[in-house]
């Protein structure tokens, strides 16, 4: 079977750094997904990692380590309405996409 | 059309009725997945269709869960029987294949089952 955790809450302050890990096992593995989900909304793409490293865009950035099944999102700057749910989604070996159950962010003054 | 559409976007069920949820994907996207998200929860995968092949239903939850995609396009979910627990939102997510594996998801279906 496959297997994603996350943690369920994390509080930060506005401004700040916030890093939001994974780790996963999966039959087989192509790929890392970030997606991110307000209430009430559909998830939105953040970031794809399917090479070890760091992935940089903008104000987020994504790393990705294979060899532990570890990833993280990390988010800088951090403002208040970066207020919502963090998605980690594995991509396994036969195509098909499994996420965690979220990690809900919230972001304070 | 320009993003996955769903619909209807909020159904109310009775209790033993059956409902079907439609699914239009990205025009070309080869690949297909249906989740079921409660409140608070990330979204639980039920199916996943490659073009008219279900490669993948493991995650149904009964038999009374049934998915299809006969022509490679649309895509139906239908619920026979509803029950209370089945009251979720459905999401439906499209992509096209490897490499360009980004995941675009529709806006969801609202499941009340009374």
């Known amino acids: 079977g496959q297997n994603i955790d996350q943690p369920t809450e994390m509080t930060a302050t506005e401004g700040a750094i916030v890093q939001i890990n994974c780790t996963y096992q999966t039959s087989g593995f192509n790929g890392l997904f970030w997606y991110q989900q307000h209430a009430g909304e559909a998830p939105t793409f953040l970031s794809y990692?399917?090479?070890?490293g760091l992935e940089e865009k903008g104000r987020f950035s994504s790393f990705l380590s294979r060899s532990k099944g570890y990833s993280y999102l990390l988010l800088k700057e951090l403002q208040m309405k970066d207020s919502a749910s963090y998605l980690c989604a594995a991509l396994t070996g036969a195509n098909n996409l499994f996420f965690g159950t979220g990690t809900r962010l919230t972001v304070i003054p | 059309g320009a993003g996955v559409s769903q619909s209807p976007r909020y159904k109310v069920a009775k209790r033993g009725q059956d409902v079907a949820l439609r699914c239009d994907p990205i025009?070309?996207?080869?690949?297909l997945f249906w989740y079921q998200q409660a409140l608070g929860q990330g979204p639980e995968f039920l199916t996943y269709f490659q073009n008219e092949a279900q490669l993948d239903k493991s995650g149904l939850p009964s038999d009374r869960f049934f998915a299809e995609r006969p022509e490679g396009s649309v895509s139906t979910l239908k619920i026979q029987r509803t029950q209370q627990e089945d009251s979720a939102v459905y999401l439906c997510a499209s992509s096209l294949p490897p490499p360009n594996t980004e995941a675009f998801f529709g806006q969801g279906t609202r499941l009340t089952v009374v």
């Open positions: 025009s070309g996207h080869v690949s």
């Open positions: 990692n399917v090479l070890d």
